[in-house]
């Protein structure tokens, strides 16, 4: 059955628009770009799934880019992950334009996000310590290979936490159902943790500013700013978020 770009644009909003009102990467960029992309693979004859697919190799092909230590292919890969963030927005799209909603797409979509959190800086990491050791550095610091092991540190610290942190929250929800999954995922509007929350997810999250500062650092060759930058950040991040569950926990459990 085809289907008109006005019905694909139609079929985003509600809760869905209102879920990434404060989202700035997908709401500025990857949701406004995913309409057409949508549009044309319903066209196409491809199916949700199929999109999450080539999203998924995506993701997969922009990370060993990314860890390749070449400069130019470092920042293509970026671009190519930038690309999967798009077709990320898109497979929703066709799932409420064609009202064909599977879970093994939902899931596989997740598989992705947590796949890109755990492996984006620290192949990232280890690409600027091969560029650095080729003599072609994407960092002004270090200046000597012998200290670049710092560079894959930094990239694992980074995404170790961050790591930890959707761990934490997702193993929160299932031992305390009873808790609203809105005090752990905090959005604008839930006070001073809301809006630390929110910050940090529009930088370090996957489909966050992570991405085009990234591919900033390596262009500019300071890198090493981002990472380290990141490894400080998203630590916070998961010290915060640890120490909101265990409050919770700790209401939670209290005898009546």
């Known amino acids: 059955m085809p289907y008109t770009y006005r019905e694909v644009r139609s079929s985003y909003g509600g809760a869905k628009a209102a879920q990434e009102r404060h989202d700035v990467m997908f709401r500025f960029f990857a949701r406004p770009l995913s309409f057409p992309l949508a549009w044309l693979a319903l066209q196409l004859g491809l199916s949700p799934n199929h999109v999450t697919w080539i999203s998924l190799a995506l993701n997969a092909a922009g990370l060993v880019m990314l860890g390749s230590g070449y400069r130019s292919v470092m920042a293509a890969g970026v671009v190519v992950l930038l690309g999967a963030l798009v077709l990320d927005a898109a497979d929703g799209n066709m799932a409420r334009t064609a009202r064909h909603f599977s879970p093994v797409g939902e899931w596989l979509e ?33 200046a000597t290979p012998a200290l670049a092991g710092a560079l894959v540190a930094a990239g694992a610290i980074a995404a170790g936490a961050m790591t930890l942190t959707i761990m934490s929250a997702a193993k929160f929800s299932s031992v305390f159902p009873a808790v609203d999954r809105g005090e752990v995922v905090a959005r604008m509007g839930r006070g001073l943790y809301g809006l630390l929350f929110t910050i940090g997810r529009n930088l370090s999250f996957a489909s966050g500013l992570v ?37 919770l926990a700790r209401h939670a459990v209290k005898p009546s």
């Open 211 to 247: 991405l085009p500062l990234t591919l900033i650092g390596i262009l500019a060759r300071r890198y090493e700013l981002v990472l380290g930058f990141f490894a400080l950040l998203n630590s916070g991040i998961l010290v915060v978020v640890f120490l909101r569950c265990l409050t």
């Open 110 to 142: 997740g598989v992705g996000a947590y796949f890109l959190v755990a492996g984006f800086h620290v192949a990232g990491g280890i690409g600027a310590w091969l560029a650095l050791v080729r003599g072609a550095a994407v960092t002004s610091w270090p």
